[in-house]
């Protein structure tokens, strides 16, 4: 079985562009998140999906962010316009509903130059 | 890698040592716990977890303690490898939640 895949592995941006994340989960899972870690700091939670659903955006850490999840499957993480302060490694991960365990992807190091 | 400026306390060990990595985590009311390993390139792959009504959990090479009263989890990992070499996250949750809250991670260095 596939495991959760990203794309792009990596992506180098100028500040005030615009870059789309991709995170496929995997097959069936219902429950899909966004988590990312910027330079020196923890792994840190930005959302939860539910199917096509925002559970919980609490972690989004300012409107230039946008997710999306529509039909469900595959998510978007739209950064416009970039910032320098954005630049780390955007982990997407999933789970099945009811399950504690969340599956991680490989993430996209994005840098904003 | 994905760790540059990322000050991880490290751990080294000698191959075939046991190793402790530990963690204090945050929140009284979370109620599962996870450790995950993180390879060069990689994102976090799930080792083991262990919920608040046990205080201790084993798995293959792998230990995981979990101490409520002050708020301290481990890891031991037996007769450790040079594949071991990795970073170590743990993260706690709450059912319900669903949102993890990781640590900052410790990098195990594994010695031949």
């Known amino acids: 079985e596939a495991g959760v895949t990203q794309f792009p592995s990596h992506s180098v941006i100028e500040k005030g562009q615009t870059v789309t994340l991709r995170c496929d989960p995997i097959?069936?899972?219902?429950?899909l998140y966004w988590y990312r870690r910027v330079m020196g700091k923890e792994i840190k939670f930005l959302l939860h999906?539910?199917?096509?659903?925002?559970?919980?955006e609490s972690g989004m850490p300012n409107n230039r962010f946008l997710a999306e999840r529509t039909g469900g499957t595959y998510s978007t993480l739209k950064v416009q316009p970039a910032e320098l302060e954005d630049s780390g490694v955007y982990f997407c991960?999933?789970?099945?509903?009811?399950?504690?365990?969340?599956?991680f992807g490989p993430g996209t190091r994005l840098t904003v130059l | 890698g994905e760790s540059v400026g990322l000050h991880l306390p490290t751990l080294s060990v000698q191959e075939g040592d046991n190793s402790i990595i530990n963690c204090a985590y945050s929140?009284?009311?979370?109620?599962?716990f996870i450790w995950y390993k993180q390879e060069s390139g990689k994102g976090p792959q799930f080792i083991i977890d262990?919920?608040?009504?046990?205080d201790k959990r084993q798995g293959q090479r792998v230990t995981v303690l979990l101490n409520k009263t002050v708020k301290h989890l481990s890891l031991q990992i037996a007769a450790t490898q040079p594949g071991d070499s990795a970073v170590y996250f743990c993260?706690?949750?709450?059912?319900?939640?669903?949102?993890?809250?990781f640590g900052t991670g410790t990098r195990l260095k594994v010695l031949a």
């Open positions: 097959s069936g899972h219902d429950n």
């Open positions: 991960a999933s789970n099945l509903a009811g399950s504690d365990t969340q599956y």
């Open positions: 993260a706690e949750g709450r059912s319900g939640t669903y949102k993890y809250i």
């Open positions: 262990i919920r608040s009504n046990m």
């Open positions: 999906f539910v199917k096509e659903s925002k559970q919980d």
């Open positions: 929140n009284s009311a979370s109620d599962y």
